[in-house]
């Protein structure tokens, strides 16, 4: 049985994905951070946000993710896994406590949205 990954919470993560990236739905500038709300079995539970399992979204994109079924939101975005981003986002993330996911990569691996 696995244990329940810690919740990591950072700014630094967060603002450096909102400053240095595109949405990734429709390549707007402007964007926001949008946690991945559809997140592999056994992760933290509904309402807590990991800033690890976040992608950046404009905000009518974000607004769109919001507003209906989440994964089918990223398939009608043709973005089946939103998770393989999220995890090239922290391998090149400033943030140490980010990088550091090797309890993690297990749900990244996890997170194809299917």
């Known amino acids: 049985m696995r244990t329940k990954n810690?919740?990591?919470?950072?700014?630094?993560?967060?603002?450096w994905v909102a400053l240095n990236h595109c949405c990734i739905s429709c390549g707007?500038?402007?964007?926001?951070?949008?946690?991945i709300r559809h997140l592999p079995s056994?992760?933290?539970?509904?309402?807590r946000k990991d800033d690890r399992y976040c992608v950046p979204?404009?905000?009518?994109?974000h607004q769109h993710q919001h507003t209906m079924n989440e994964k089918e939101f990223w398939r009608q975005n043709n973005l089946t896994n939103?998770?393989?981003f999220a995890y090239q986002l922290c391998l090149?993330?400033?943030?140490?406590?980010?990088?550091e996911f090797s309890e993690s990569?297990?749900?990244f691996k996890e997170g194809n949205n299917e």
């Open 6 to 15: 810690k919740l990591v919470k950072s700014r630094k993560h967060l603002e």
């Open 105 to 107: 990569t297990d749900y």
């Open 28 to 35: 707007y500038s402007e964007v926001q951070v949008a946690h």
């Open 82 to 84: 939103p998770m393989q």
């Open 57 to 61: 979204l404009c905000f009518k994109c």
């Open 42 to 47: 056994s992760n933290v539970g509904l309402g």
């Open 92 to 99: 090149h993330s400033p943030c140490k406590k980010v990088k």
